[in-house]
């Protein structure tokens, strides 16, 4: 008996929809893309429940006749290619046939689109793929498409699509894909019919502005400097920020011929002309705009065709990369340090140079942590020590307490940013940072669960400003925020007043941790509230925890140990850094044999 048997087109359809439409994010991203190829100076975004409900495209493009509105939803219908050497020749945003289909396969839609020669335009009603109906009717020009209660079809799909403010978040990302690179088109969103962006046709700057200037009290643009490199292989233009305006949130977009991408070798390019320039984990932004011959890529490797291949891949990373490097040297943002024999540094500023005297660390000479007989270090050595070197699943318990329990009289000295502790198998060294990252993090995580953050005071109230995006994910999340001790109150669509930090910052800049805080939930990509809950306490709890190298007293060390030591987990912080390392007294002695 045959097995081997051919899908039926339904079936089929639904397969193919799953590769190009995984979200109302897709769905956008493909509609808004063939308005353009449509030639429209206006289009206008409409989202009811994230995209559950509807999504909506109106544009003023070319719109179709009754036929091609009929055959657009046919698959592998297109009208950008021909043949397949058009694949290398490429002029538009779409062209696999793939989209229109797709969507029609899981969804209701609904087209009403008029050509400037017509006098009547075509209403064509689909469902499951299936065309319920087709008709003339009075319409503008241009194409009005409805998309309506997405994935009906597939529940299974429906179910995974994650809340409607992450679903939101993620439009939102979509259309700034978009609109960043066609600053030329008119473009407006609106979700529950709230207007969220109404962006004029401008200029490449401004259209960055006006999409990211709300989250700044100065210009965002006066943060960027302008790149620019046109050779026969590829031109360059863009910009990239200033290392001082560096952040983790930063915003890093790549397009190619009007196209965004993700490309990480080219990013490793930008990176390396910033290299030596950026503290900690720190990132630049950057809006970096390719002009190349359409033969010399490749788009189609995916549908959602943001994964691209350049022929001329190293040649084009040498030019991004000297692009850079030329920018950040021509306005002076790369500055030198000179050493002398003094121990000073020269710094040069634009009014002058200064000498800065490096910081003076104090410490005692005759101190000696080993200096102590074997028999004193039993003495007072705190007990129960269990070797560090056997590894601990993250999710059980310690097995055996590390220290006793009574830390009043226990021998403790500190050594840069260690806590050094005599035991009976060698010599402990505790890492302050982390040990104090421990506590406050499961301090934190208490407060969340049982809403009883202890929250200080400003003096005066500070606002908080925010992208569209980023205010999305703050309204997820401004529950837990309040829980923690953030005293919140939405003052308009786009920023709230901060009145009150957690006590725990001590007075720190409470924005600047709100601005971690976001840009650690959105590189997280999770959609879990338990996981929000978790890494809002880690960021809180970096932030407020002792430095490194901050002299303790006897007591203040002794306190911590006795704090640290009451968790069930404490050899690693939640992120799984090491807090504890044992010097044991065989390792010791082996380096003087």
Known sequence: MDVIRLLPDQVANQIAAGEVIQRPASCLKELVENSLDAGATHIRVFVRDAGRTLLQVTDNGSGMSETDVRMAFERHATSKIREAADLFALHTMGFRGEA?????????????????????????????????????????????????????????????????????????????????????????????????????????KQRIENVFGKSSSKAYTSQLVEIAADTDIVSIRGFVGKPEAAGRNAQQYFFVNGRYMRHPYFHKAVMNAYAGMLPGELMPSYFVYFDILPEAIDVNIHPTKTEIKFRDEQAVFQILAAAVREALGKFNLSPSLDFDRSGEVEMPITNGTTSVSLPKVSFDPNYNPFKASASQRTTHAVSSWEKLYSPIPAEQPEATPLFATDWSDAPVWQYGQYILIPTEEGLCFVHQHRAHVCILYHQLLQQIEQMRGVSQQLLFQEVLALPNEDMTLLESVVDDLRAVGFDLVQFDRNSYSLAGTPAVLNGADGISVLHDILSELHSSGTDVREQWRHRIAMVLAERAAIPSGKRLTDDEMRDLMQKLTALNLYKHTPDGKTVLWLLNDKELQSKFL
């Open 100 to 204: 229109l289909p797709s969507i029609s396969a899981v969804a209701h839609v609904e087209v009403m689109t008029r050509r400037q020669e017509d006098e009547m335009g075509t209403l064509l009603e689909l469902a499951g793929g299936n065309v319920i109906r087709q008709e003339p009717c009075q319409c503008p020009v241009g194409t009005n498409i409805k998309v309506k209660d997405l994935f009906y079809n597939v529940p299974v799909r429906r179910k995974f699509l994650k809340t409607d403010q992450t679903e939101l978040r993620n439009l939102q990302v979509a259309f700034h894909h978009i609109v960043l690179v066609y600053p030329q088109v008119q473009f407006t969103f609106i979700h529950n019919d709230e207007v969220l962006e109404d962006l004029p046709a401008t200029t490449e």
